[in-house]
């Protein structure tokens, strides 16, 4: 089990921008797929962005592609999402997320067997 805490959350207006930090501890973080998923209040938590253990390949949600960017520093056991361009749709508690299983593709919500405690985002207009 790996150990995540999220930050970085913040109130912004629309069109601004806001890093969230995720760092991990507790195994071997560069062999996991990791993942930020969000939930805004009265829906599903949702995908947000997920990048390969090696960071060689990231993928994104439709809603927030062109817009967020998704990276992790191995040496530093830490994962980042920027986020540019907010939108007030945007609002929701962010989540960080790692693979459930070493050197395996993370895609979907169940790929992933760790949960940060998550960090609200609020974009006013």
């Known amino acids: 089990q790996v150990q995540l805490v999220e930050s970085g959350g913040g109130l912004v207006q629309a069109g601004g921008s806001l890093r969230l930090s995720c760092a991990a501890s507790g195994r071997t973080f560069s062999h996991y797929d990791m993942g930020w998923f969000r939930q805004a209040p009265g829906k599903e938590r949702e995908f947000v962005a997920t990048?390969?253990?090696?960071?060689?390949?990231?993928r994104y949600a439709d809603s927030v592609k062109g817009r967020f960017t998704i990276s992790r520093d191995n040496i530093k056991n830490m994962v980042y999402l920027q986020m540019n361009n907010l939108k007030p749709e945007d609002t929701a508690v962010y989540f960080c997320a790692a693979g459930a299983a070493p050197f395996s593709r993370a895609t979907d919500e169940a790929d992933f067997g760790s949960w940060g405690q998550g960090t609200q985002v609020t974009v006013s207009t």
């Open positions: 990048i390969t253990w090696s960071g060689g390949s990231t």
